[in-house]
């Protein structure tokens, strides 16, 4: 079929790059990286200065673009963070799930009409499964991350450390279409603050909450998160590590739960641009060193 061509997907892939979008291939008819992982890098071209992820080699360069899908249909990633983009995704409900479960767009409309607001007018893509990308552009200093729900059931956030599929890319399951050509407005003030205040805060003041966390324990854990969230690109995973290494003795000495240190280095890291995979990965190696090594067995060994 002529949609799967390569000369499609690079036309696709040019357009999204004139709108300063940073793209990078995805597999032919898939939602997954093209581009090698850590494990095979070969330590030459955009590597030869170490392993570069899919966002960092995400690029807006018209013949790099060329290049890349002269000839192989790949689909097109957009790396939200390098665009300046927050997109929301409006899911679908799990073709096996409760068939009283509303769809994303439908609880986003909710959510507008709990704030008093309509619903934005930007740029939207309709995705393979039938739900819906709304693409907001964000200022210059803004970081958020992912998020998965905190706007509601079925709406998850890309941004730092995120990616979306462009419109023009194929699954086996349909394609992505653009359903309304408005070019990107910001993300809306409103949504803004739910979505930073939840991400910063809704942790911290359960901590300060708790009758088991000492006030040491309290400032560490707002100073260690507050470092992640401002770790630079190249540094962002040695410091969540370091970070829960510095935790994880609280712990083991009683001053907080486990679950509320992983919840607040999960939220600062994917706000830093990390994965969520990685984010848990680091976070539950940094804990286990630590606890392993402060706790009363080991003081007294």
């Known amino acids: 079929m002529t949609h799967h061509a390569p000369t499609a997907m690079l036309s696709a892939a040019l357009q999204a790059a004139e709108y300063g979008w940073h793209v990078f291939p995805l597999r032919p008819a898939d939602k997954r990286p093209a581009l090698h992982g850590e494990a095979v890098c070969p330590l030459i071209g955009d590597c030869a ?5 899919w966002e960092d080699r995400a690029t807006t ?27 929301i995704d409006l899911d679908m409900p799990k073709r ?8 994303g767009v439908t609880t986003f409309k909710a959510l507008c009409e709990h704030a008093g607001q309509p619903v934005p007018t930007t740029y939207r893509t309709r995705t393979a499964s039938g739900g819906h990308h709304l693409y907001f552009t964000t200022p210059r200093g803004m970081r958020l991350g992912n998020s998965a729900g905190r706007l509601g059931k079925l709406i998850d956030t890309r941004a730092h450390g995120g990616y979306v599929v462009a419109a023009g890319s194929f699954t086996a399951t349909g394609p992505y279409t653009v ?15 739910l979505l930073a205040t939840r991400q910063a805060s809704q942790t911290l003041t359960a901590v ?19 470092t992640v969230r401002a770790a630079p690109t190249g540094e962002r995973d040695c410091t969540l590590l370091s970070a829960a290494r510095a935790l994880g003795r609280f712990i083991a000495w009683g001053d907080l739960d486990r679950s509320v240190v992983e919840e607040a280095l999960q939220e600062a890291g994917e706000s830093a641009g990390l994965s969520a995979r990685q984010c848990q990965s680091t976070v539950r190696s940094g804990l286990n060193w630590s606890i392993a090594r402060n706790s009363p067995q080991a003081r007294t060994a």
Request: aromatic share 6%.
């Open 208 to 226: 300060a909450a708790s009758p088991r966390a000492s006030r040491y324990a309290v400032a560490a854990l707002r100073a260690e998160t507050a």
């Open 49 to 53: 200065g170490g392993h570069r992820k």
């Open 61 to 87: 360069d018209p013949d790099r673009i060329r290049r890349a899908w002269a000839d192989r249909p790949f689909n097109i990633g957009i790396a939200t963070g390098p665009s300046g983009l927050l997109v």
């Open 179 to 193: 359903t309304d050509p408005t070019p990107p407005i910001p993300l809306p003030d409103w949504l803004h603050a």
């Open 96 to 103: 096996n799930g409760s068939t009283d479960t509303p769809h």
